[in-house]
């Protein structure tokens, strides 16, 4: 369901990704080049995830369906709807979790978040921002959804400071890039796989 939902996704914004990685690659390795900067390759392949997860992010809150038709400023009162396990709970509740967890470990990872109130309140202002802006281009407004954002980006959060822990606590010789490297490539390469269906995960 996951799977089916971002390959969906990609489906329909892959002509933006491919454009804007095409330019954003470009300048950022003549920039470098040009300035003679070490290109450090896991911070740059985590920028263009980042901007990846962006471009699709802004398609899911301006282009996507909607499940329901007028707003909802009761908390609780929508994400109860649904039955447990159903898919309209997978799309609706673990969705809009799940569509969080990135930006909260992102902002967590570029900002050097060291306290969830400072997690709490970045991913506060963008999902507020995102559902104002819908509500302003005719889709609606869901408080829950907010909530259910607040929730996946604090997961995000947890995983990046449970990531900084297990990293300080690593031996001298595992703190460089070329092991961040292997480990970023490693990961990409999963994802990709999981992606076409070349191995399961679960989800």
């Known amino acids: 369901m996951i799977r089916q939902s971002i390959l969906e996704i990609l489906g329909e914004v892959w002509p933006t990704i491919l454009i804007s990685s095409v330019i954003i690659i470009s300048m950022r390795v003549v920039y470098l080049i040009k300035n003679k900067q070490k290109i450090i390759l896991y911070k740059e392949l985590l920028s263009l995830i980042f901007i ?47 569509m969080f967890i990135p930006y909260g470990f992102f902002v967590s990872y570029y900002l050097d978040l060291k306290k969830p109130l400072s997690a709490f309140l970045m991913v506060l202002l963008v999902s507020v921002s995102i559902e104002t802006t819908q509500l302003l281009i005719g889709r609606v407004f869901d408080v829950d959804d907010i909530i259910l954002n607040l929730i996946g980006g604090m997961i995000g959060f947890i995983i990046y400071k449970l990531i900084y822990i297990i990293n300080s606590h690593l031996p001298e010789l595992l703190k460089n890039q070329i092991v ?17 269906n070349l191995i399961n995960l679960g989800v």
């Open 52 to 98: 990846i997860y962006v471009l699709c992010l802004f398609y899911v809150v301006t282009f996507g369906d909607v499940g329901w038709s007028s707003s909802n400023f009761i908390p609780f009162k929508e994400m109860f709807r649904y039955s447990f396990g159903s898919n309209l709970f997978i799309k609706n509740v673990l969705g809009n979790i799940i």
């Open 180 to 196: 961040y490297n292997i480990i970023i490539v490693i990961c990409t390469v999963i994802m990709f796989m999981y992606m076409f």
